[in-house]
């Protein structure tokens, strides 16, 4: 009897407590478009919203603006991320899939050789291959080498071309969550596929050696658990949410499962508990926890939610001006006004073929960075290499590296640059921007940029 009145005592408390959760709106993004949300180890919030991604500290908002390579569109609008160590992928509403690095440089991967399609999710693997997901295409995939593969129906035995969710788990498993069910590829390529899930995936998360999944069917959404990866467990829901189509689910520091739709509700030791105070969304898109237990939700026309007390500033910045320079006529004589720095600037350089041999028609583009130079002393450059993947990749880097250096050693002949200012890199074919698989967009990996710093 005492063991009984202990569990309903704890229960109690555990509903009081939760009962008093409320959500409150971030003013900085409020009206925005939240469609993915993740947390890194030193618990920043990142946002992939219309336009760029945003960075949540403990005290500001900052928005970093991505300008679209495509000129139809200004910016790319985000709606998928993943982050690493060393980086964060953002997938956008068209195909290109964007890599930034911790200086936020970046590299741009188009995957829209077959038609535009949305990226709905992103998963980093450990063999370091990035999955992205996609909403009509299957699913891209970009090794360690930046090699472009496309697994489909067609091809491979994914259950439909309509993918919702990817997810690489510990054991080097890709999971996804397709229009018409699970299926999954191991390590040793071979495929499974789970008839018990035959409806639309639209949320897998790895927790405690399981995953938790969300089936979406006539029936309404369901919940299953693939305990210890061998069992398959129907976590029963309640009626008030099996009703809608749920979006996302994530796991907090205490082991309480969090479920977003149009609502928000939790499940413990297989009891639910639903807050809706503050709750403004009719439509939640993604969820997730911080180490405080806090909750983060990204929404569809709301903004960002959350239980935590807002950050100090609750405006947004801008850390980087959306103005992408893709030419030194822009910079020209302006270099105080526009954000030159740390933007990869193509420079407009002809070579011999097979060597580092500039030609004549290169000198337009050179004297006028000779000219920056020489009128901005402070500035320090770094001049980087490509080529395309055709051939021997340790030649290509030669080549590129030399390339590179010509370039510095025309600037520090003709305009007597300081050799210091100037550094060289070459990349060979490890950093395309097209697809190497066709000479009319793999001419465009062949080429000479120009990074500025102070």
């Known amino acids: 009897m005492k063991k009984y009145l202990f569990l309903y005592f704890w229960l109690l ?16 993004l409020e009206n925005n478009v939240v469609h993915c949300l993740k947390i890194d180890q ?54 290109y899939i964007v890599k930034i690095f ?49 697994f489909d129906e067609k091809n491979s035995k994914l ?52 995953l938790w999944i969300i089936s979406v069917t006539e029936r309404g959404s369901e919940l299953w658990q693939y305990e210890n990866m061998k069992s398959w ?39 639910w508990f639903f807050f809706e105070e503050g709750f403004i969304s009719q439509s939640a898109l993604c969820v997730a926890t911080d180490s405080d237990n806090d909750i983060w939700v990204g929404t569809e026309g709301k903004g960002l939610l959350t239980t935590a007390i807002f950050p100090k500033k609750n405006t947004i910045d801008e850390k980087i001006r959306d103005k992408k320079i893709t030419s030194l006529d822009q910079i020209q004589n302006s270099t105080s006004e526009e ?6 600037i193509p420079l407009k350089v002809q070579f011999e073929q097979g060597n580092a041999n500039l030609s004549l028609s290169s000198e337009a583009d050179l004297n006028q960075l000779g000219n920056i130079l020489q009128a901005n002393p402070s500035l320090q450059l770094r001049i980087e290499g490509h080529t395309d993947n055709v051939g021997n990749a340790a030649a290509n880097v030669q080549l590129s590296q030399q390339r590179a250096e010509a370039v510095k050693n025309f600037l520090v002949k003709k305009y007597t640059i300081q050799a210091s200012r100037i550094s060289c890199i070459g990349y060979g074919g490890t950093k395309p921007i ?8 793999r001419s465009k990996n062949r080429r000479v940029e120009i990074v500025f710093s102070r």
């Open 13 to 28: 408390v555990f509903s009081a407590s939760h009962a008093q959760t409320r959500f409150y709106q971030v003013k900085a």
């Open 42 to 95: 030193y618990q920043h919030k990142w946002l992939g919203v219309e336009g760029g991604i945003v960075q949540i500290t403990a005290d500001s908002v900052i928005k970093i603006p991505i300008a679209s390579p495509d000129t139809t569109f200004k910016h790319l609008n985000i709606s998928a991320l993943a982050l690493t160590d060393s980086c964060k992928w953002v997938g956008s509403y068209t195909s």
């Open 102 to 150: 911790e200086d936020e440089k970046m590299q741009f991967f188009d995957f829209g050789i077959l038609g535009r399609s949305l990226i709905t999710d992103i998963a980093v693997s450990k063999d370091n291959k990035v999955w992205a997901a996609s909403a009509d295409k299957g699913v891209f995939v970009l090794d360690h080498l930046n090699r472009k593969m496309l």
């Open 159 to 210: 259950l439909d071309n309509q993918v919702f969710r990817v997810l690489a788990d510990k054991n080097n498993t890709i999971w996804f969550g397709t229009a018409k069910g699970l299926c999954s590829l191991d390590k040793t390529n071979t495929w499974e596929k789970y008839r018990l899930l035959s409806g639309q995936i639209t949320a897998i998360t790895e927790h405690q050696n399981s």
């Open 233 to 271: 467990t129907n976590h029963i829901l309640p009626k008030r949410i099996a009703e809608t189509r749920i979006m996302d689910i994530n796991f907090d520091a205490k082991n309480r499962l969090w479920i977003v739709a149009d609502k928000v509700a939790c499940f413990h030791n297989e009891e």
């Open 339 to 344: 954000n030159i720095y740390e933007q990869a």
């Open 434 to 441: 097209a697809d190497n698989r066709f000479e009319e967009t």
